[in-house]
């Protein structure tokens, strides 16, 4: 199984991206994926996780009302929408998946990882 992130890029405060996580190899369809991210000097944070089942989703506080989390079944990809996007929301975007909820959601170790993709914003 292979994730492939992508869509991180450089932009101003206030600005917004699009993330996306491609899933290749096999079937996810029971598995929870997640968004994570680590800043520099920082613990890796759980940001968003959806079910491919019945694209159940959750946020973690901090961004909750400005990311949306989304998947296309049909493409096997999974979506980050960053809006609003802040100086401290800097950092490398890991995609994840795993067969358990709560190890997604607590930030875990998972089954799968994919490589980060850079989210620098602008102040």
């Known amino acids: 199984v292979q994730l492939q992130a992508s869509g991180g890029g450089l932009v101003q405060a206030g600005g917004s991206l699009r993330l996306s996580c491609a899933v290749s190899?096999?079937?996810?369809?029971?598995?929870?994926m997640g968004w994570f991210r680590r800043a520099p000097g920082k613990d890796r944070e759980f940001v968003a996780a959806i079910t491919w089942s019945s694209g159940s989703t959750t946020y973690a506080s901090s961004v909750k009302g400005r990311f949306t989390i989304s998947r296309d079944n049909a493409k096997s990809t999974v979506y980050l929408r960053v809006n609003s996007l802040k100086p401290e929301d800097t950092a490398s975007y890991y995609c994840?998946?795993?067969?358990?909820?709560?190890?997604?959601?607590?930030?875990?170790?998972?089954?799968?990882w994919g490589q980060g993709t850079q989210v620098t914003v602008s102040s």
């Open positions: 190899g096999r079937t996810l369809s029971s598995y929870t």
């Open positions: 994840a998946a795993d067969h358990l909820w709560r190890r997604i959601t607590t930030a875990q170790a998972s089954d799968y």
